[in-house]
């Protein structure tokens, strides 16, 4: 039985387009079931071998498929025979004997033909199910991707797959997500791309279809206190402790005062910004309680980057959480982190200062900044602290490593990636956008920026924490202010 199977593919070709088709098809077909099985039994894992796998052997097995009819017509062209006698030659009169479809000849056509389509189908829906994963979003690209798979892996979203927010739902979404795919592949096939990547913020599914299906931006009630822990570039890299009571409820009614007020479904902000970047305002409207629109120009606004076609876009999730996967860190910042968690031993003399002066250089590549993090701090206690060079190496070697671990997540040459090239919006510098004193309504009235619109400072710069603050007494006449604050916090907070 199989022998016969073999004589009829043996027959298909025809020529040596024949033969290689037969050889693509059936190389790649055994192949795509040798890797698929390793990959099930978890002999395979890495995601290249997934890009072969469901990329590449597709690929050559349509190649093989399509060769093989085109040797049987180059033959006939050739020669002159006709489709029969060809046949008849190749195949012989006893696999064609009886009517055409009920011969020998059609019912292997159709079982491979079968064979073929069920095969195509599998293979399609497998590497849908692959693409859909973030590992090959992340390191299918590698060189293009790798800044993103790096901080998505150390995001608060490290376990949401990527196709839940940057592909739509349904067939039209899933067609559209695979020729933009498909367009990126050409570009980074023959360099087409930006450096860095520009955050595609116009291609992003809308928030109501994605943040909000976890985030209830109407069920985000009362206050949330947060501790900010700042060192000093002196000595002893001495922290200073800023607490702040965070509104992030959606106020009520009139009450405007909660950061989720923007986005709640009874309220709607409405903007337009310079080259629809949404970095700088062009103006802005406010639904108000009576649902009409009050409007705020920005008069830093030029007459030129006024004009604009772009539509106007409704305020939502993404317009100040810009970053809330992909997120870059700030240098001062970063450290700040490293040395809370205790990663790095602020005993060090002057660690905050030469830690931020290591990695906040320029360097040609990867590489050259991870030996110069290392060469820098090493040879600044070597120098002015022999002694503590030689007591604390190990915590000076965790200090390097710590700070080249924020080098690598944060700085990517080969990407033009340096610091500040993708800034965060959940800052000043994005609330600053819209509150500020030149946005103005045609009344005279400006969108208040006041800074306990969203917070309330409970302490800044402190050297306790807002918890450990001192009792209050006539020698600590700072206290008391921060008693009330403390107070008042506890009151909002209960209520």
Known sequence: MFQKYKQFIRSLSINIYGKAGVVLTTSAFISFLILELARMLGILTNAYIGLITYLAFPVIFIVGLILIPIGWFKVKKETGRTSRELLDHQFGKEELKGSFFGSQFALKIGFFTLLNVLFLFFLSSQML??????VFCGTACHSVMNPEWVTYQQSPHARVKCVECHVGEGVDALVSSKLNGMYQMISVTFNLYEKPIPTPVH??????????????PDKFYGSRLKTIIHYAKDENSTPRYSSLNLKIDAGMGELKSGIHWHIAEMNQVRYRSVSDEREEMIRVDVRQS????????NRAITPAEQQT????RILDCIDCHNRATHIYENPETAIDKRMEQGLMDRSLPYLKQEALTAISNIYSDKQQGMQSIKNHIEGFYRRNYPEISAQKMKSIDQAIEALQEIYHRNIHPEMNIEWGSYPSFISHEGCFRCHNQNMVAEDGEHIFYDCTTCHSILAQESEQPFRYLQPVSEKNPEAKMHQYLRDEFLNSYQK
């Open 309 to 312: 076609d772009q539509d106007e």
């Open 129 to 134: 199910v692959f693409m859909d994963e973030p």
């Open 290 to 297: 009576d649902g009409s629109f009050k409007r705020y120009q």
């Open 203 to 216: 291609q992003l599914r809308p928030a109501r279809e994605t943040c909000e299906k976890c985030h209830w």
